[in-house]
């Protein structure tokens, strides 16, 4: 059965352990507005929380991922000063920081435009799956800005300096083939195709050990910031957690007995 949590700009559905969360501000190319932030940050906090989630899929209703923040609304967010501006930059930067450190597979179907602090949204992402349509870009030089919520730190890390520097520093929005040349996404599909795609993943994930998928993301993360020793000192214990539970228990019985594993989470 599915499950559904009511918004006014998302939609949160649940069937089983799989959630997906739509952006659904389809007339605005799903860009935000205090209220969609607010709204998102309320979701992400429930789903970290939320035990029994396994994976989780985000993507856009109608012709757009998300266009990232409402050009209309940056008045605002300057009138608000550059404290006030930092204090509701935080507020963004968190939901993504949770989405990149919740111990639960996350995966971005880019369904259309991801621009700015939508693509900076779907770099928070573990997987980022395209349609064939879709084009994804940092514009934000044309208004005198840089990516600044995690699209810089992000990028560079995703596709390396160079490519990072022309992106942002040239404002161009790329096709989601060109996005797949640069390692900015992991598959492109025909957009008829995008979402069974992405809930095929999603299953496929949902079906692993919830645990092992947890600390596997935990210490890749890790790892992507620390030298090489202390990968490994990581590594180790991760792998020290892991062998005290049920679910390596049941997998491995499971292998001996030819038998598809059924993990708890414990």
């Known amino acids: 059965m599915s499950a559904a949590a009511s918004y006014q700009f998302l939609t949160l ?6 959630a997906t969360l739509t952006l659904n501000r389809p007339a605005a ?11 998102l940050r309320d979701a992400v906090r429930a789903l970290v929380e939320d035990d029994d989630l396994r994976v989780l899929v985000i993507t856009g209703a109608g012709r757009a991922f ?19 501006f930092r204090r509701v930059a935080r507020g963004i930067h968190n939901v993504f920081d949770e989405l990149e450190a919740i111990e639960v597979p996350v995966i971005a179907a880019i369904n259309g435009v991801a621009a700015g602090g939508g693509l900076e949204l779907a770099l928070s992402c573990d997987f980022r799956l395209a349609a064939s349509g879709a084009r994804l870009g940092f514009p934000e030089n044309n208004v005198g800005l840089i990516p600044g919520s995690g699209g810089c730190s992000r990028l560079v890390k995703l596709i390396g300096l ?20 640069l390692g900015l996404v992991e598959e492109v599909l ?3 195709r995008l979402m069974d795609r992405a809930r095929e993943l999603a299953g496929q994930l949902a079906g692993k050990a919830p645990l092992a998928l947890g600390l596997a993301k935990v210490v890749l993360n890790a790892c ?5 020793d202390t990968g490994r000192n990581l590594e180790r214990l991760g792998q020290s957690i892991l062998k ?4 390596h228990l049941e997998g491995a019985q499971a292998f001996v007995e030819k038998r598809k594993p059924r993990f708890k989470g414990r």
């Open 29 to 39: 190319l799903n860009a935000w507005h205090q209220p969609m932030r607010a709204e």
């Open 224 to 228: 992507a910031n620390v030298d090489p």
């Open 13 to 18: 559905d649940r069937d089983g352990g799989v």
């Open 66 to 84: 998300s266009a990232g923040e409402d050009v209309r609304g940056m008045q605002g967010l300057a009138d608000l000063g550059t404290r006030g």
């Open 190 to 192: 025909a957009p008829e």
């Open 244 to 247: 005290k539970t049920e679910d």
């Open 162 to 181: 160079a490519q990072a520097k022309r992106l942002v520093m040239t404002g161009e929005m790329v096709s989601a083939e060109r996005a797949l040349e």
